[in-house]
C-alpha cells in the first residue's frame, strides 16, 4: 500500500488539476466537510464515494474486558459512512 495523502497533498492535487490557487483548493475541501457535518442528519451523499448517515443504536449488554464484569451500553445515535457501489468496484474491481 501507497502513502495516505494528507489534506494539503489532496488541495494541492486539485489546484493543479482545476488551475486554482492551492489556498482556494483547500477552502473548498474545508467547506466540503463542513457542509458534509452540517446536513448529515438529513444523509449526505458524495456521488460515486459514499453517503453519511445517522443510525440509532440499541442499549445492549457488554462485557468489560479487564474483569469480565458485564456492563450496560446505553443506546446512542451514531455516524457511519456507506461506501458506493460505484467506489467500491472502482477500488476492489468488479467481481
Known amino acids: 500500500m501507497g502513502k495516505v495523502m494528507s489534506k494539503s497533498q489532496v488541495a ?7 488551475e486554482l490557487k492551492k489556498k482556494v483548493a483547500a477552502s473548498l475541501l474545508d467547506e466540503l466537510a463542513n457542509l458534509a457535518y452540517r446536513e ?3 444523509s449526505f451523499t458524495i456521488p460515486g464515494i459514499g453517503k453519511l448517515v445517522l443510525v440509532d443504536r440499541k442499549a445492549r449488554i457488554g462485557r468489560n ?11 446512542k445515535t451514531v455516524v457511519k459512512f456507506r461506501v458506493a457501489k460505484a467506489c467500491k468496484d472502482a477500488v476492489l474491481g468488479k467481481k
Request: glycine residues 4%; without cysteine; charged residues 25%.
Open 12 to 18: 494541492d492535487y486539485m489546484a493543479k488539476k482545476f
Open 40 to 42: 448529515a442528519k438529513n
Open 65 to 75: 474486558p479487564a474483569t469480565g464484569e458485564q456492563i450496560q451500553i446505553p443506546a
